[in-house]
């Protein structure tokens, strides 16, 4: 069933008929159906209990109907043996099956679902197709319960002490996502114990949910009763007052944790990898991607629980690792894509071919797709309609490559999803039935239609029709566009001599490309020469210093400290960065770029810091530790406090690495004076993933944690040579107070600022000075401007492991452009032609990218197609309507205007 591309035919003309008891419900299916709780990608399965041929012998008419040819009732095991240099393991993971939780009632009653379950509820694809319904009568939740941290963070029912990371985080946008689902106001309420929004942006979303109306409650549920007479969930659950309460919900989603499934531990042993307790890879801070295995790397929630972001730049930092020693032989085994000639097309009346999609119930559970598809054939110049479930489907696009060439069809058009993710999926087919690429045309009926129009079937299905209309009049008039090659170099420049730039500049050596290592200071290795350990207890000095060695003696570096950039000219691929160093300056050219210039510790003027010296900061605290300080030795009370500077109204973001650092330095010092009074004063504990084991440990060994919240704050006063800590103990309801030998303080992670290089190399950094990745899941070491990769704590604060992994990322990226022959530019950019421009630098202004330039002699703006992203600013700006954009020029927009209104 590889092939399966679920368009529903074989389940359709299945004949046998099975009911099902789902949670309590009654679900009617064919012997071949899809899992309720199957993650996308949708896959059929056939039940062999079930089906006729596997009971006797015959039938196998789903085998004969499938268009994708999914289906082969003959079809035995193979076994391939494949010559490999690397191998990458990436096998995921298995939601937590919370059956054995028989306080919460999971295998009882029928409205009590995993967090899995609920997602396959409110996707189109899933059982309800995207209604907001309850399994037991399929009536919308008035009100819905989430229950988190189950199946992580217990020992005592499952044995998964660790926090899988993401929960916090998903059950804040089902509850965001619910509502948007639900026809009249929904009560969403998150049962929690601490509330890990660590990434970068989660705390605004989860203040936003909050905001919304979204019930944030901290409490730990024991359990889910029934509620005799009705398919209702009853929770009872002790406030932070301490008050009883008792509610009904509709709904309780339990929001379970992310593990590894016995058979890749099994897997595991027969490769010779080590695991850890929980099965996931064993391997230090300094080697996140690797294993115990030489040649054999991981990646995912294999190496420990991570959202998407992290999966996918690990992803790519596996891939750097893997290839490290095979690049060599690059390109020795590649097969060149050959594409087929390209139509003349110039001396042709337009031939449209239009396809609409279904999308599954996406488009197809609102619009009426066949009628769309009908009117699509009464417009001008349409010689060919199709409708199909899954347009993007490789099936369906091997279909469309045939269509073109037998209909003779010499523009395309498809309505669907949003050419953001798809476009260049469909132009791909063109190229391969040999059309030019740009003759093709979007509608998105379904961003701008079914989606905002879930309400109103008629009205969406009428403004499909509008959509598909303009559309074609703009198809018709599209021309082919060309790309020219550009010869490019494959040196790289990297800026920033931390932890993660000199990873990133080795990652790249290693690839066999020369590359410039630019550290404005005089030293090597950033914030962490003051870091004493990592969390998983490797000291950091002696690997920077071996890092600091390697790059002195790779042939493949050159070295420039002290040195800043004064300037940078060109695009991906050919530029060129002059750079400064006191009276001396010299320009380099290169092919690709790699941020990585850091962050840095904040001072903030709280709790007496740089008034006290008792008063420290972590950085402070782990020269102390490493140093051994008398300091140490004499105290009797230490007092850490966390967010500060953090999660407020100047940094409203999660640092992300304070919670584990200060529970790492109260360990420490536990260690070395048992006797020793520790406290953490904190607002959530994020002390994410496997670290979780660290703040457990620090309870057992009697580190005191109290909870605070931001509008009650500790208060820190000088007394002598120490520093009295007055707060608020939520358990006892009582003030407290602490005479501190030493206070450290979690102060924030701030971001440099630099702005002067982000305009240099024309690059974003949002609202809190980070730089901004291209997308934060699917290009999270990316920026939009091509060639320019990001990594590091410029980024977002992160550990070490994960700043050293996402540094692989990017020179993997990076790798991706130095590695090319040649680049391509053009197609889809602006034009100015010379003879109109009257030289009013209006366009040049405007353009966010710096992709126009003016040139003096001649007085007229000159477009640079290798930096124009095809935005149209600057056709948008221009009075005269000098500036054409190729593929969006006037004729086709003001078709679409016409008919649009027409």
Not at 700 to 720: C, M, N
Request: glycine letters at 6%.
């Amino acid at each position: 069933m590889d092939k399966c591309i679920a368009c529903g035919t074989c389940a359709q003309k299945c004949p046998k008929k099975v009911e099902d008891e789902y949670n309590e419900g009654l679900i009617k299916r064919k012997a071949i159906y899809v899992p309720y709780s199957q993650a996308v990608p949708l896959k059929y399965t056939i039940d062999k209990d079930y089906c006729i041929y596997f009971q006797k012998g015959k039938c196998r008419a789903c085998e004969k109907l499938c268009p994708a040819k999914a289906i082969n009732f003959e079809e035995k095991e193979k076994e391939l043996i494949l010559n490999v240099g690397s191998l990458i393991l990436s096998p995921g993971f298995k939601s937590f099956d919370p059956s054995s939780y028989d306080a919460y009632s999971y295998a009882r009653l029928s409205n009590v679902v995993t967090s899995m379950e609920f997602e396959r509820i409110l996707s189109a694809t899933g059982p309800f197709m995207g209604h907001l319904s309850r399994p037991s009568d399929r009536k919308e939740p008035q009100k819905i319960a989430w229950i988190q941290c189950v199946g992580s963070r217990d020992l005592n029912t499952c044995n998964n002490g660790y926090c899988s990371s993401v929960c916090c985080m998903y059950a804040v946008k089902q509850t965001v996502i619910a509502g948007e689902h639900s026809k009249t106001p929904l009560d969403c309420a998150v049962f929690f114990m601490d509330m890990r929004t660590h990434g970068k942006d989660f705390d605004k979303y989860y203040e936003n949910a909050g905001k919304a109306g979204v019930r944030f409650i901290r409490s730990r549920i024991h359990t889910v009763e029934p509620l005799p007479g009705s398919d209702d969930a009853r929770i009872r659950y002790v406030t932070e007052d301490g008050s009883m309460e008792d509610e009904i919900f509709d709904m309780v989603v339990l929001s379970t944790g992310l593990e590894i499934d016995a058979s890749i531990a099994d897997l595991s042993e027969r490769l010779g990898v080590e695991l850890d307790k929980y099965r996931f890879t064993s391997t230090d801070a300094f080697h996140p991607v690797g294993t115990s295995i030489p040649g054999i790397y991981a990646c995912g929630v294999f190496t420990g629980p991570k959202d998407i972001p992290g999966s996918v730049m690990e992803a790519s930092a596996a891939a750097c690792a893997a290839s490290e020693k095979l690049s060599p032989v690059r390109n020795s085994n590649t097969r060149k894509f050959v594409a087929p000639p390209e139509v003349d097309v110039s001396a042709q009346t337009p031939r449209v071919g239009v396809f609409v999609c279904n999308c599954g119930t996406n488009i197809g559970g609102v619009v009426r797709v066949p009628e769309v598809a009908e009117y699509a054939g009464t417009l001008p110049n349409v010689v060919y309609v199709e409708e199909n479930l899954f347009t993007c489907s490789q099936d369906t696009q091997d279909k469309m490559t045939d269509v073109i060439e037998k209909e003779s069809l010499n523009r395309v058009v498809v309505a669907a999803c949003t050419p953001r993710t798809h476009e260049a999926l469909f132009q791909e087919t063109l190229i391969n039935a040999g059309l030019n690429k740009y003759l093709f045309e979007m509608a998105n009926i379904r961003n701008h239609d079914s989606w905002v129009h879930a309400d109103d079937p008629d009205a969406a299905t009428e403004k499909a029709k509008d959509l598909v209309r303009m559309a074609v009049a703009k198809a018709a008039l599209l021309s082919p566009l060309k790309q020219t090659d550009l010869s490019l170099s494959h040196d790289a420049l990297v800026v920033g001599g931390g932890i993660s730039g000199m990873t990133a500049a080795l990652s790249l050596c290693k690839q066999g490309y020369h590359v410039h290592l630019v550290e404005k200071s005089d030293n090597l290795g950033g914030n962490g020469r003051k870091i004493y350990k990592t969390y998983s207890g490797e000291e950091v000095r002696p690997f920077i210093d071996a890092l600091v060695k390697d790059i002195e003696a790779e042939n493949l570096v050159t070295l420039h400290l002290g040195t800043s950039i004064a300037n940078v000219d060109g695009f991906v691929g050919n530029f060129k960065t002059e750079l400064k160093s006191g009276e001396f300056s010299e320009t380099i050219e290169h092919g690709a770029v790699i941020l990585a210039t850091g962050a840095k510790e904040s001072r903030p003027g709280e709790y007496l810091l740089g008034e006290h010296d008792a008063v420290v900061t972590h950085l402070e605290m782990d020269q102390l530790l490493r140093e051994t300080s008398p300091k140490l030795e004499d105290a009797q009370n230490v007092v850490f406090i966390q967010c500060v500077g953090s999660r407020n109204d100047e940094n409203p973001y999660c640092s992300k690495v304070c919670c584990t650092h200060s529970v790492e330095s109260a360990l420490a010092l536990k260690r070395k004076n048992p006797d020793l009074n520790v406290y953490i004063l904190y607002r959530d504990m994020r002390t994410y993933g496997k670290r979780e084991d660290l703040y457990r440990e620090a309870r057992e060994i009697g580190v005191l944690f109290v909870r605070y919240s931001k509008e009650d704050k500790p208060v820190a006063t000088a007394d002598g040579e120490k520093v009295l800590v007055e707060f608020r103990d939520p358990l006892i309801d009582r003030r407290l107070a602490v005479k501190a030998d030493i206070l450290c303080l979690a102060t924030a992670i701030i971001s440099h600022r630099d702005r002067q290089l982000a305009q240099f190399f024309k690059v974003s950094m949002d609202s809190d000075g980070w730089f901004l990745e291209a997308h934060q899941k699917l290009r999270p070491v990316d920026f939009a401007n091509d060639g320019v990769f990001l990594c590091g704590m410029a980024h977002y604060p992160k550990p070490i492991e994960e700043s050293i992994a996402q540094a692989k990322a990017a020179a993997s990226r990076a790798t991706t452009v130095l590695s090319m022959d040649h680049i391509q530019v053009g197609g889809i950019v602006s034009y100015i032609a010379p003879e109109l421009c009257s030289g009013c630098l209006g366009c040049i202004s405007v353009c966010p990218f710096g992709a126009i330039d003016f040139d003096g002699e001649k007085r007229v703006a000159v477009v640079n197609q290798a930096l124009c992203k095809g935005c149209g600013a600057c056709a948008a700006a221009c009075p005269s309507e000098t500036p054409v954009l190729m593929g969006f020029n006037n004729d086709e927009l003001y078709a679409q205007i016409k008919n649009a209104l027409g």
